[in-house]
Every structure is written in structure tokens, then in C-alpha cells.
């Protein structure tokens, strides 16, 4: 999908009612994850519409997830601001990443392919390993991948689950952090994607949105502790954004229909809405906001 006029960016005076499509996607259903190659409608991830203007000139980001939606929005936002690219993904997501990865060496930058499970401890080990090592260095940091099931009765909640979704959403988190932290040098950045589920979470969705919540606290504590050290940590919580995640059990099938209709603006966000306060947070131009939520909710309020 893309804008009505190709000629628009991030940047085009717009309605932001009708700057994209109030879709009605159709039931469907993706085995985990998902691929935006197979997602109805497409979404929109910048390929077309998002301009650079060298914020991120000579930075080296490592980004989580960043093969499909939120994350490939932000990885096509980064390489046109003038960062190379680290991608972590699921294996089973190659032909997602290949796609980003073209987009991001069509802006002249570095992309480099990362497929890791980041719920198995040891392959997760080597992931800042080999960004650092191909990158040359690390100054940006964006923890963006996430898992989301719905399950209707909390008795239906496996341990499995409960577990693997606190694995991936927030304990891998800290752990690519902590990997991190001797890399990154004054200046460097930590972004984490949270979610409006943090402050409002759906009955169907009581583990994810607590990890959410977990997100939210621990970039305010980690914050605090990084900024003597000139490390910025900070978030961004997106409303419901039209990513594979929502068709591979991420929502109950019958509501994917009537999906981000319920916001102030009326309409689900598209993944390359998100990637300006991505950037905002990661550029050196955000000196003065640490350990801050910025909410990408289409009007949906937060604390
Ligand atoms: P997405 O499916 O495109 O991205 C999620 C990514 O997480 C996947 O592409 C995958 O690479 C990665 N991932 C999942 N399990 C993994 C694992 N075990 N190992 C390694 N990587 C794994 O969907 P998205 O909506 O763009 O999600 C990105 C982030 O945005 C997630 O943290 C999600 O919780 C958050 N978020 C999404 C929405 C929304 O409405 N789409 C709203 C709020 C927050
Ligand atoms: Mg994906």
C-alpha cells in the first residue's frame, strides 16, 4: 500500500485522517510470525514514502524484528537518515528481510542479515557479536522484536507461552542490552518498543501486554542508570499498527476486519507512521529526552 500520490512523504502537509486507507482487511490467517509478503492489504513500510534528511548520518543501529512492519519501517527510515543496518529476524522470515534489505542498499547504506531466534539462549549470544563485528561498531540500538498471541480464557494460557512471551518480549531485551552496554559508546542510543497495551491491555492479551508494561518500566529505570554515561534510553508505544503480527494470532480472527477503527483517527496506523519518532529518538537531536514514551496511537490516550 502506499499513499494516494506517490509524490507524498513523511513530510507532505497531509489530513492525517486520510493520509492512508481506513482498511477492512479480511480474515486470514499466517502460521508465527508472519510475512508482510503474504499480508492482505499490503502495508506500508516507507519504501515509497519515507525521505531521509541525514539525521543519522555515520550511525551503526542494530534493530530486532526489523524485517517486517514496525521494524522494517524503521530499518528503511534509519538507512535513508544515513545509518548502516544490523537486521535480526526470525529464519522462517528471509524473504521478508531480503525485501528490506534491498531497500536499505538502494539508499546507499549497509544491511546486514541476522536470522536468530532470540528465544534460544545461545544463538542469541552471538547476535551483538556479529552486528558489532560487521557493522565496525554500535551506537544505535532498537529492541522492536515482539511476540503476540491472543488467547480468550486465561486457562487456555500455556506455561509454554507465558513463557516464550516473556522470553522474547522482554528478558531477551535485557539481555541484547547488557550484551550491548560495552560497545556503546557516549552518544549511542537504546529505543524499545513498547505498546498502548502497556496502559490498556485487551482481555485477550494479558501476557503480552504485561511484558508491554514491563518494557515502559524498565526503560525508565534503565534510563536513569545510562544517562551519567551519555547512553539515551527511551521507547515508543504504537496504537494498532497493520503488521503481520496481528494476522498470525497476534487478534481473534473475527476482529482483524474492524482492525484500528476504534482510534480517534478512525483507521489502523501503517508500520512507516512509526518510523519518525524511531529516528527522532536515535538522532542526536533528541539530546534532552531520556527515558520518555513517545505514543503512536492514532489518539488512543496514555498516561
Ligand atoms: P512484526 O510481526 O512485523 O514484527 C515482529 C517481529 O518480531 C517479527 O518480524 C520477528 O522478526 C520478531 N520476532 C518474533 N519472535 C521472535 C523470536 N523468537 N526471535 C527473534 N525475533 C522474533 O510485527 P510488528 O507489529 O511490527 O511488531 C514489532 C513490535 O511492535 C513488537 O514488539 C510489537 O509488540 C510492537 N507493537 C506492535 C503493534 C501493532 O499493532 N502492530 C502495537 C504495539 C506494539
Ligand atoms: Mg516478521
Redesign the pocket.
Known sequence: MTSTDATTDQLTFCDPVHRFPAIRPPVQDQPE??LDAELIPASDRGEHTYRGTGRLEGRHALI??A?????AAVAIAFAREGADVAM???PA?EEDAQHIAGVIREAGRRAILIP????DPAARTQLVARAVEELGALDALVN?????IAVERFEDLSDEQWLETYD?NITAMARIVRDALPHLAPGSTIVN?T???AYSPSPHLVDYASTKAAINNFTKGLAQQLAPRGIRVNAVA????W????VSDGQPKEALPEFGTSTPLGRAGQ?TELAPAYVFLTSAESSYVVGATIAVTGGSPTP
Open positions: 510470525p508472519g530486532t524484528g524485517d517486517s512492519g514496525i521494524g535480526s529476524y526470525l522470515e536468530v531466534d532470540l528465544a522492536n522484536a515482539g511476540k503476540q522474547v518498543t505498546s498502548i497495551q504504537p496504537g494498532p499498527i503488521t503481520p503480527l496481528q508500520p
